[in-house]
């Protein structure tokens, strides 16, 4: 089971240096194939990679697309990949990869919010989305993959597991 964990600031600061760093250090043992981050100003988003799949081996995360405006963090598969990336190539979607968070990120590129009416698996994500200035956070329907958030009014931070976020 992967790991994945964020802060994304709305009062416009910029976050703490290293603090997504030290969420995600909290939770290592959740990715023993590497741990990532994405920073930019306001949002830091991280995830620990544990590859279970044979998509998952072209798999970095977090993942954004061409022009940043849209990053994905996920802990989780897609079981029905296989329909889910006919449905995208038949609406023009350009996969690099046969990675299931590319397949989540352009399904969300496709439909928006609507989005997990053509997802199935085991999941918790969350896309930032830099044009609405807003956190798409989801889970899969039964909830099998855990993700636990804080909002204090000025910032809200997220993770797989609870103990990264008592430090805040």
């Known amino acids: 089971m992967s790991g994945i964990a964020g802060i994304i ?3 416009g600061a910029p976050v703490e240096p ?20 994405w920073v930019r ?3 830091a988003l991280g995830q620990c990679m544990l590859r279970t799949t044979p998509e998952s081996l072209e798999e970095t995360q977090p993942l954004a697309n061409e022009d940043e405006s849209l990053v994905l963090v996920m802990d989780g598969r897609v079981d029905n990949w296989e329909e889910l990336r006919r449905e995208l190539l038949a609406r ?3 996969l690099r990869t046969r990675s299931d968070a590319e ?8 439909w928006g919010r609507e989005c997990l009416a053509h997802v199935d698996g085991d999941f ?3 896309i930032w989305d830099a044009r609405r200035r807003e956190a ?3 889970r899969d329907r039964l909830g099998h993959k855990p993700l636990h ?7 809200f931070a997220f993770a797989s597991e609870l103990h990264p976020l008592l430090g805040l």
């Open 136 to 138: 798409f956070c989801a």
């Open 18 to 37: 290293g603090l997504v760093e030290k969420m995600t250090s909290a939770m290592d043992y959740r990715g023993p194939d590497g741990i990532n981050h």
């Open 92 to 94: 023009g979607a350009v």
């Open 103 to 110: 397949l989540v990120l352009r399904a969300y590129e496709a």
């Open 149 to 155: 958030y804080h909002w204090d009014g000025k910032a």
């Open 9 to 11: 600031r709305f009062d």
């Open 41 to 43: 100003g306001s949002v």
């Open 124 to 126: 918790a994500l969350v």
